[in-house]
């Protein structure tokens, strides 16, 4: 059963607009999200997070919204660069001593030029 | 700064063989992480160790085992190798201090059984 969901396995937008990726959850405990991004052949590289009691954070060219109520959290990459091109894995885990992460299958964006 | 080290980058083996496979987490990091990426598929966790003592277990065959050592380095011992443990394992360490668990990973090692 895949509690964290990334329906979109590919997402591919041109380069200054808006990328949108979107992830779903299931498990209602969650109360920590996180996105990773990875190169091939490389580690992932952790990107930004959001916890549960806040429905937007933000970095730079990167924002994470959180809907508790849909269970559903987006990354929006504003303007997109070439260089975003990659795999973005959202990851959440629940508080307490197990924080084990439980990730999503990951989705590829490419940002055209 | 320093980040997490994973050696050999790359390791070729035989069915039946043993592999081991080494992490460096980033320093004052406390929790290591293994994770298994197989082709086409998001990282499985296989184990992860927190003061030297294995804190969870995920998906990891019993023909794998692994240790935390005082220095907080883990190594991942692989035995009876078969062709589907051919895939990315990749290590990341948390600080345990920290609020939340944000894992830093290291690149990875890629593992081929022939």
């Known amino acids: 059963d895949q509690q964290v969901k990334q329906n979109s396995p590919s997402l591919s937008v041109q380069e200054g607009r808006i990328s949108i990726l979107n992830c779903d959850y299931t498990?209602?405990?969650?109360?920590?999200f996180l996105w990773y991004k990875k190169y091939p052949a490389e580690g992932p590289t952790f990107l930004i997070s959001?916890?549960?009691i806040k429905d937007k954070n933000e970095d730079g060219r990167f924002t994470v919204f959180l809907n508790k109520s849909a269970k559903h959290l987006s990354l929006h990459i504003v303007p997109s660069q070439p260089g975003d091109s990659a795999v973005y894995f959202c990851?959440?885990?629940?508080?307490?001593?197990?924080?084990?992460?439980?990730w999503g299958l990951g989705t590829s964006l490419a940002v055209n030029p | 700064a320093a980040g997490v080290i994973q050696s050999p980058r790359h390791l070729i083996k035989e069915k039946r063989e043993t592999a081991t496979l080494k992490c460096y987490p980033i320093?004052?990091?406390?929790?290591v992480y293994w994770y298994q990426q197989g082709p086409g598929q998001d990282p499985q966790f296989l184990i992860s160790?927190?003061?030297?003592?294995?804190?969870d277990k995920g998906s990891i065959p019993d023909r794998f085992s692994a240790q935390q050592f005082s220095d907080y380095h883990s190594e991942l011992n692989m035995s009876s190798l078969e062709l589907g443990d051919s895939a990315l394992y990749f290590c990341?360490?948390?600080?345990?201090?920290?609020?939340?668990?944000?894992?830093?990973f290291g690149p990875g090692t890629r593992l081929t059984v022939l």
């Open positions: 498990n209602s405990m969650f109360d920590y």
């Open positions: 959001i916890s549960s």
């Open positions: 160790f927190y003061e030297k003592m294995q804190s």
């Open positions: 990851a959440a885990h629940r508080a307490g001593n197990n924080r084990k992460l439980i």
């Open positions: 320093p004052r990091h406390d929790t």
């Open positions: 990341a360490s948390s600080d345990s201090g920290s609020s939340y668990n944000e894992q830093f």
